[in-house]
């Protein structure tokens, strides 16, 4: 029996789906459709003009959101479904790579995510206090700039069975260790905003940080190899080997935050160190959720998106520098840095870093509630880390035109046509 | 970065859990580990006694909520992954049933729902009419007792490989016949409360929600046939099928709620009409996303317990008396109308239409808001309702006991030991 919907009719349901409060997520089915239906339309749309699903799927959260239809708010609902479905991704991405080899990336990875963190950060700094930014606005507008959110990246290369290039692994790597330095910039930043800046507690949390990805590293799948099979032969509830996976995965995900780096990251670790044990029956869960799951996740970066903020004309102009010199500052830093490895692997990897996604946003967010950003500015960078999810699927898949899928995956892209 | 954990330390985790409003599954990673790791647990222990997990779910939920712990309260992060995993859960159920096996059953299943639906109604009644309660409050127990919640059932079920025996399939059966039944007497009785009931507009309701049904049973299947395939060859996005397949999961959900019938019964039908086209994948995600997301469904149950209720020990009678009277009136009512069927099959399909679930909890929500039922018969018929749930596995355990699994599950059922 459908209780709820008793006193519901058609032409309610804009209204009923917005609602904010009380009645947020009330109907699960019908946001399920609507979102998951619209982000699917425009990924095909664009996949017919030859261009990356993930942008349309971006663009229906803009169009569904209050920018466009207000059909769909930024809810609770909407808001767990795209944590678990990024966490799948990066916990699925995870299992493409092996510890060994991201320690092994680990000397040329932080020299890739050092440059793409200095190159943005002054380049964002000095952009806005060009423009007329105070010290603390130009400051965390330089921040903004510098956490590459490698949810995006991931998805396109997942999609297009490239995680096994060798400038793929590279992205992950240094995306790892970029989120490390990111945290440093901000708690920097924010302490200095409230007056209280302190190294040694910058000395600690830094410590954490490292600390928690190099023990997940180093003891993460030993420990599992040694546990795993126990436990399976013990637990007598079906699914045990799933069980033990989620829950490993969950675990590391909070652990990660309790270190001060992202749950994503504690999501990819955990796939790292389950990828040798994990059955195919675990890999078949994990792309299956994390199908189901990540429109969420790009249909809620295109809900932030507010295109009234856009009215004021000299506003769109400073979206679009900023715009530019998010996605050029990090071409050029990582770019540079990368290299060494070739001119066709360091323009990949730029491009890869480029997206910034829901950590430009949420840093966007802490300055305006801190005060350190005004409205403007606001609106400036949360647009621009829409843009840059959407500008960087298209340049990452011309950088990889004619690169074969590799791997496991080359018999499921071929399978799939 | 995880930018939301920084002022949080571990012994802030339960007031940051509960908080209530807004910080409702701020921390999604958080809530993810407690609620999956504590049922998983609980799962296992149950196991290890020889019992039936789901129930050790359901005492995860009553642990971690208000009851005891109080880590937990119900909010929208876990009423979606509540919603979600159930949908699944008839999802894949209805995989495994075909549409021209409905229709045979029909006749009888409508006889085992029509006595699965008077009995527990009039002995519910009857209970509380004795017990002293308003007739308008006798009418809403009645009514709570009547429908059932087959996902309890169907877990169990195909947990077991068990889901193609005839008597599971009845049950399947009379399930979608006794929601469209509880619609109806649950219109009935709240039009009856708001002093406005009227004969056409029941008539109107029955016919939208038994014409869904039938346009899907009969209709559902041969339209995918022929659409699928087409849709299959024109799309171009990775994960066309899986995409299809969700979309119709969720069209049907939300169809059914528009006619009146529950999500889940949308979602059954859905399966149902997918079964013979849906690939080998599609069967894959379906069943990981529900071992995935079920736990939040069997815990969010357990969540609305609330043990402080029955410090009235009076209380406690009237839900013991109540929750027998749940159980035997299903048993006596479905059993009696399947006895043609041989004794054994008609115990099996008495038991497996005990659990009330979340649907009985609803019945009870509206009959408070509707201030037809008085405080102490609200947490009465929640408790019973709970307890229904946890009372029906070992019954269903017991009379399923030496039957093996069948169909394509024994295979998997085999596998996973």
Redesign the interface.
Known sequence: ??????S?N?SMIPAFLIGGGVD??L????T??IV??AA?LL??AF??MGQP?VVGEILAGVALGPGLLGWIAP???L???A??GV?FLLFRVGMEMKPSELIRLGGKATGVAVAGVVVPFLMGWGLAAWYGSRMIEAVFVGTALV?TSVGITAQVLA?RGLLKEKASQMILAAAVVD?VL??LV??AVSGSAAGEFDWRKLLLTSGLAVGFVLAALFWGAPMMKRVGPVLDRK?????SQ??VA??AL??L??L????????IV?AFLAGMILAESASE?IR??????T??LVPFFLVSIGLQVDLHAFSDPRLVWVTVALTVAAVVSKIAGCGLAALPMGKKDAWRIGVGMVPRGE?GM??AQ?GLAAGALGRPAFAAVVMMAAATTMVAPPLIKMAFAGVAPAGEKAEE?LR?G
């Open positions: 029996m459908a209780y709820t919907a008793t519901m058609i947020d997520g109907n699960v089915p019908l399920l459709l998951f239906g699917k990924a095909e996949e017919w699903g809810n609770e609902s808001k767990t479904l944590d678990l966490l956490a999609a989120d990111g945290l901000l708690a637990m007598r509830a079906a699914e799933l069980t989620m829950v969950f675990a995900s909070v990660a935050e309790f270190a001060g780096v992202a749950a504690g029956k078949d869960v994990a792309h299956g959720t199908e189901l950590v949420i840093v802490m892209v799939l």
